[in-house]
Each structure stands twice: as C-alpha cells, then as structure tokens.
C-alpha cells in the first residue's frame, strides 16, 4: 500500500464551487504539505503544517484553506474555485530531522 | 530567502554521462536534495547531501560546494527512462527549516 495516498486522483468542478482535497500518509511524519505544480513549472507550497496543531501559510495561500485533522490528514480546501487553479497538486510528508519529503501520487484539478 | 536556480532544459544521448548543476543562495543551510520527476508522476527522493562531497548511489550521484553555493547530479550510462524533470531542493534553517525547491531541469535522453 502506498505511504501517501491523495483522493481524489483527479476532480472536474465548476468556477464558484468549494472543493476539498484528501490526503493521507502512513508513514508517521509529523509534517505535511500541499503543493501546486503548473505546466513546465515547479513546486510552489500553498500550506505545510509540522504538527496537528500546527498550520502555517506558504508562497500561495489566497483563495485556499487547509485543515489538519490528525497527524496521518492534511486537507486542502479550494473556497471558491477559479479556472486559474486549474493545476496538478501534491501532498508530502516530511520527518523533522531530514526532512526527505515523500510526495502523494497528486490531484488533477480542472476548474471550469 | 533562498534563491535556487537550474537550467530549465538539457538533452543528452542515450549511453552517455549528464551533469546538471543547481546553485543556491541561503543564509541557513541545511541540506540539498535532488528529487525526479517523470511526467504527470510524483516527485521520488533521489540524494541528500549536507556535507561537501559526492554521494554516490549506483548510476547518480550527486556532490555539494557549500562554499560556492553549489551542486550537481550526475547521471551515468544513461537510459531511456532517465528522461524526467530534475529537481533540486534546499533545506534552510531560516525558513522554519524546510525545502524550497528549484523550478527543476528537463531532461530529454535521445537514442
């Protein structure tokens, strides 16, 4: 079974409509992540959180919100969708003391 | 802030030896990783270095200046399934000590 797992795999909504984003890790780390990656472009972290009581705003937080709900869930919420986040994300985890992070097998998002 | 800067683009052939080099500037060094990339695929952990030197595993290695802000990842005999997007990412103590990733290298390996 895989460590990190994302659902869904991929998601089609419509501009205007909230949407969340599931992710789930066995591999005990205390913390978590949600990226977005655009075509041809990198990683850009949207929130990460290093315990459950833990959240913290990344490079592109506005128009998202997250909720870490135990140490093995970290949630990613898109208020309102728009086609501009339109994009692939991942989920990855982390332990503190390398900080190797192993990544979820992402969500394909489309935003109509 | 950190600064990470890659090529965006290589091409090599297929047998041959690539370096794909990745300078940083950080005020808190505390690690480099190289991550690969296939297409529409996850991130997977490639190398970690912290200390000057090469790290060698199997056909890649990777090798860290810290005093130059400096590293590279070297593939060997290369194959077809080599072609991926490269990423290098630096770990920082002045940034909560977490990564911050490269725009990664594309990587295309031709027969």
């Known amino acids: 079974d895989a460590d990190v797992t994302q659902t869904p795999r991929n998601r089609i909504t419509k501009t205007g409509k909230r949407i969340m984003l599931e992710c789930s890790q066995t591999k005990g780390h205390d913390r978590m992540y949600w990226y977005r990656q655009d075509p041809g472009l990198g990683l850009r972290l949207i929130y990460y959180s290093f315990d459950v009581k833990d959240i913290n705003k990344g490079e592109i937080s506005d128009g998202y919100s997250v909720s870490r709900q135990a140490q093995a869930k970290f949630s990613l919420s898109l208020e309102s969708a728009i086609p501009n986040q339109t994009a692939l994300y991942f989920c990855?985890?982390?332990?503190?003391?390398?900080?190797?992070?192993?990544f979820g097998p992402g969500t394909r998002l489309l935003v109509l | 802030g950190q600064n990470i800067d890659q090529p965006t683009e290589m091409t090599a052939t297929e047998g041959a030896i690539v370096q794909i080099n990745c300078t940083y500037q950080?005020?808190?060094?505390?690690?480099l990783f190289w991550y690969q990339q296939h297409a529409g695929e996850a991130p997977t952990f490639l190398s970690y270095n912290v200390l000057d030197g090469l790290e060698e595993k199997g056909r890649f290695s990777s090798f860290l200046s810290r005093s130059k802000g400096y590293s590279y990842l070297l593939l060997k005999e290369l194959q077809m399934k080599d072609s991926a997007s490269y990423l290098c990412?630096?770990?920082?103590?002045?940034?909560?000590?977490?990564?911050?990733f490269g725009d990664g290298t594309t990587l295309t390996v031709k027969p």
């Open positions: 990855a985890t982390s332990d503190f003391r390398v900080e190797t992070q192993y």
């Open positions: 950080t005020s808190g060094f505390n690690g």
């Open positions: 990412a630096v770990r920082d103590n002045t940034n909560a000590g977490k990564s911050t």
